[in-house]
């Protein structure tokens, strides 16, 4: 079993965009889920938990998510999303949290992507105006709000093989304040 390992927001925060995702995930008659931005996947199972919270204790109180437009895709898990900056902060917690099972970590990271996804969806968002609007609309409010966070806390999931209203965290690291 392989997992993936997120940067979860302060509750402020989540609260925001929970309540975007759900709006959202309902008018695309699709699961909803938790507000994260992904730190990295393959994680194997037995990574060790002690080490993650070692690097949440270090890193996670300057880790820094800040939102820079929202985009529109075709992937399944890049729907409609917001992406993130790739602040040194946030480089600086993935990296350490890779490295800790990939030894090609340094190769990997210049392809990482980060993003707040807002719809897990096949649906073409292109090809339904209205679900369009609905995010463009869910960002504006997301923005007017926050403009990402600080902080949060990590969590490992299992979400391979099981609907993704079933994915929930099998580990959540202390929280660092924002």
């Known amino acids: 079993m392989s997992l993936a390992l997120w940067l979860q927001p302060p509750s402020g925060v989540a609260a925001i ?3 975007s995702i759900d709006k959202l995930s309902k008018a695309a008659n ?4 938790l507000p994260h931005v992904t730190v ?3 994680v194997p199972s037995d990574i060790d938990r002690e080490a993650l919270q070692g690097i949440a204790d270090r890193l996670l109180g300057e880790t820094s998510v800040s939102f820079t437009q929202l985009v529109f895709g075709t992937y399944f898990f890049k729907n409609a999303f917001i992406r993130v900056e790739r602040s040194e902060s946030l480089l600086e917690l993935t990296h350490a949290c890779r490295a800790l099972f990939d030894p090609e970590v340094d190769t990997w990271i210049q392809s990482y992507d980060p993003h ?3 719809i897990y969806s096949n649906i073409d968002i292109l090809y ?6 609905a995010a463009v609309q869910a960002y504006a ?4 709000s926050c403009q990402g966070w600080v902080g949060g806390s990590l969590a490992l999931v299992d ?3 099981s609907p993704v209203a079933e994915w929930t965290p099998l ?3 202390s929280s660092a304040k924002s």
């Open 40 to 42: 990295t996947t393959q």
């Open 17 to 19: 965009l929970q309540e």
């Open 116 to 118: 707040v996804s807002l």
């Open 171 to 173: 580990w959540t690291s």
């Open 159 to 161: 979400c391979f093989g």
């Open 30 to 33: 699709s699961d909803q889920f």
């Open 128 to 133: 339904h105006p209205e679900l369009k609007e």
């Open 141 to 144: 409010h997301i923005a007017e």
